[in-house]
């Protein structure tokens, strides 16, 4: 069964930095843009970052722009989320997606389980 699988996430102190990792179990991520999603409790999900199949093409939402870096190794089929300066309001899970393109206005075709960030103050 073809799939997503973050990992990386934990606990963490404000201010502090993560990596997150989304590697596949099969021909996804050499395939299609790649984004990362998060949801926090009682929150709808947001997009966070998307890269395009070659990397060229970069997007943040603006609440972690210049805090998170979203970068890609195709011929490792991995996909990474570095965040850094983390606050409590990042605490959420956090998905990586396939799809069609980056953002939120294109479908994505394959999800991961996701991995828990928790951030203290």
């Known amino acids: 069964q073809v799939q997503l699988v973050e990992s990386g996430g934990g606990l963490v102190q404000a201010g502090g930095s993560l990596m997150l990792s989304c590697a596949d179990s099969?021909?996804?991520?050499?395939?299609?843009?790649m984004n990362w999603f998060r949801q926090a409790p009682r929150k709808e999900r947001e997009f966070v970052a998307g890269?395009?199949?070659?990397?060229?093409?970069?997007l943040y939402a603006d609440s972690v722009k210049g805090r998170f870096t979203i970068s890609r190794d195709n011929a490792k089929s991995t996909v990474f989320l570095q965040m850094n300066s983390l606050n409590p309001e990042d605490t959420a899970v956090y998905y990586c997606?396939?799809?069609?393109?980056?953002?939120?206005?294109?479908?994505?075709?394959?999800w991961g389980k996701g991995t828990l960030v928790t951030v203290s103050s």
């Open positions: 997606a396939a799809g069609y393109g980056v953002g939120t206005g294109v479908p994505m075709k394959y």
């Open positions: 099969g021909r996804i991520i050499s395939n299609y843009a």
């Open positions: 890269i395009s199949w070659t990397g060229t093409s970069i």
